[in-house]
């Protein structure tokens, strides 16, 4: 009945042709439709009764109504036409001083400069401010369309018509690497088609891979015919790694520097190899490794995030104690569960019937618990030697909870952040 009253139509009951001779038709107005007939629009809305007659004797009715018309969205005047509106080729200019006074300065020369050249792109302008040039604390960005749109706005920034962004001390930028699940179908298509920076690393990616594992990383992330799924843990992993290092190395060519890394789960290999501690054939062997060992495991397990402390988590997991475990802390309020398959689901039904919003991770195993134990010696063979490299980028360790000298990242603390 619902896409009757979104088509306006009325179908036909099934399976009768004529009307039982035993009801009286003449009697209300009620008909038996034989065939569809058209449900015209009126002043008021469609509606619709629904019943079911229950064997057990349980009965139900329902009334539904049209849904209001949405109203047309209003359609975006050309990109010339509407003040601060830019177009799909937009540039920004990044512009930066010590204090405000400074960064009105900076935005005037810079307009000279583009105003006294007119082989000047501003598109080259814009790259080189982003990638050359220090970034001072007080900050604004011109988005421009062309370069009479750029002097234009470097000219406002320079009168104090805008609003630059300030600190009181020097801000820096942290790389943050996920786990398993941050994935989705044609991922990082778009940007290999429009980034050679970013094309070439995961070009450099694929070749580490192709030593190591039968598939191609290209036909797996277009999902080319013959190539394996990307829900199988032993691609995902060594996909969601090599877009996680392609992606930093394009925030880098942008002049975006981590001053720190982080990595949640099998994205502190990514963080490791980011930071300079492992080198991009040293994460790629090691996160195809880990994802073999998980696979031996596959469909015993499972994972639940919890938004429940690890404390009044670790009783509301009591009755399955042996076969759940905490395994991992993803904040104050967000705690992570794996174990049995089966325990899994029932607390997952558990947490449904008291109100708290638990959420199955979309894997097939219990990382981080015991389900991993027997796993040790495949895992850390596939390791290898591990010659990790002391980085001048911090890592924060999610293993350890602190930041550590990269080079104590042997294959034991490898198996650690699996464990």
């Known amino acids: 009945m619902v896409l009757a009253i979104r088509h306006g ?15 009286d038709w003449s009697a209300g107005a009620v008909a038996l439709l034989t065939e569809a007939r058209p449900w015209p629009a009126v002043d008021r809305p469609r509606r619709a009764a629904v019943s079911s007659f229950g064997i057990s004797g ?10 209001p018309d949405e109203p047309a969205p209003a359609t975006p005047a050309p990109a010339g036409h509407v003040p601060g509106l830019v177009g799909p080729a937009a540039v920004p200019l990044p512009v930066s001083g010590r204090s405000p006074r400074a960064l009105r300065a900076q935005a005037a020369r810079l307009g000279e400069r583009l105003a006294g050249d007119a082989g000047l792109d501003p598109r080259d302008l814009g790259f080189s401010l982003a990638t050359q040039r220090a970034h001072h604390p007080f900050r604004a960005v011109v988005v421009a369309a062309d ?9 406002a920034l320079a009168d104090g018509d805008s609003s630059p962004a300030g600190a009181d001390a020097a801000s820096k930028v942290v790389f943050v690497f996920p786990g398993q699940g941050s994935q989705w179908t044609s991922i ?16 450099e990616c694929a070749e580490e891979l192709s030593r190591l594992v039968d598939w ?24 969601l790694f090599s877009v996680m290092v392609s992606l930093a190395q394009l925030w880098r060519s942008c002049g975006v520097e981590p001053a720190a890394v982080v990595g949640h789960s099998q994205g502190e290999l990514a963080a490791a190899c980011v930071a300079g501690a492992l080198t991009l054939a040293e994460a790629a062997r090691l996160v195809v490794a880990r994802s073999r060992g998980l696979l031996a495991i596959a469909g015993r397990g499972g994972m639940v995030s919890v938004p429940l402390p690890a404390a009044d988590t670790e009783r509301l997991i009591a009755p399955w104690r042996g076969s759940l475990s905490v395994a991992a802390l993803n904040g104050v309020a967000v ?15 558990h947490c449904a019937e008291r ?34 490299r002391t980085s001048t980028v911090a890592f924060h360790s999610t293993v350890t909870g602190e930041p550590i000298d990269t080079a104590g990242l042997d294959a034991d603390y490898w198996y650690g952040n699996l464990r």
């Open 9 to 23: 139509v009325l179908p036909p009951t099934l399976h009768v042709d004529q009307p039982s001779p035993h009801v």
């Open 216 to 239: 191609s990383l290209e036909d797996v992330l277009r999902q080319a015919p013959g190539a394996p799924p990307l829900d199988r843990v032993d691609v995902v992993q060594p996909a």
């Open 188 to 203: 990082a298509l778009d940007l290999m088609e429009t980034s050679p920076v970013f094309r070439q690393r995961m070009g």
């Open 355 to 388: 109100d708290v919003r638990a959420r199955q991770v979309a894997v097939d195993f219990a990382a981080h618990s015991g389900h991993v134990d027997p796993i040790r010696d495949e895992v850390t063979a596939g390791f290898g030697t591990v010659d990790p």
């Open 335 to 349: 705690t992570v569960v794996a174990g049995d398959s089966a325990s899994v689901a029932e607390l997952l039904a």
């Open 58 to 67: 349980t009965n139900a009715h329902t009334i539904i109504e049209q849904a």
């Open 147 to 155: 370069r009479d749109d750029a002097l234009a706005r470097l000219a």
